[in-house]
């Protein structure tokens, strides 16, 4: 069965670190073009941050420029997003999501992992 699985959330400070896993089972993930998302409680949802399939460009909303990185590891069929300078508005359930195509249009059809939540607190 085709499945992505997110890990690596948690409780941190403002100001710390955390790494975030993509992990895909059922598929090669280097084929796909990879999205980060996250949803806040009562908010939409929102594109992170996004790398794409044919040459790895990526692609950052303005409100993580700079502080997340996402990068692939061929060969442990993962992508990662690294996190680094957190702030309390980056609290968030964090999905992965894997399509064909480009950085954009997402939607039910694609896949998408579960999540993994990222609470940044003092």
């Known amino acids: 069965q085709v499945q992505l699985v997110e890990s690596g959330g948690g409780l941190v400070q403002p100001g710390g670190s955390l790494r975030l896993s993509c992990a895909a089972s059922?598929?090669?993930?280097?084929?796909?073009?990879i999205g980060w998302f996250r949803q806040a409680p009562g908010k939409e949802r929102e594109g992170v941050s996004c790398?794409?399939?044919?040459?790895?460009?990526?692609f950052y909303a303005d409100s993580v420029k700079g502080r997340f990185f996402i990068s692939r590891d061929k060969g442990q069929n993962t992508v990662y997003l690294q996190m680094i300078s957190l702030k309390p508005e980056d609290t968030a359930v964090y999905y992965c999501a894997a399509k064909y195509g480009y950085c954009s249009g997402w939607d039910s059809q694609d896949y998408w992992g579960r999540g993994t939540l990222v609470t940044v607190s003092s």
């Open positions: 790398i794409t399939s044919s040459d790895g460009s990526t």
């Open positions: 059922g598929f090669t993930l280097d084929y796909y073009t």
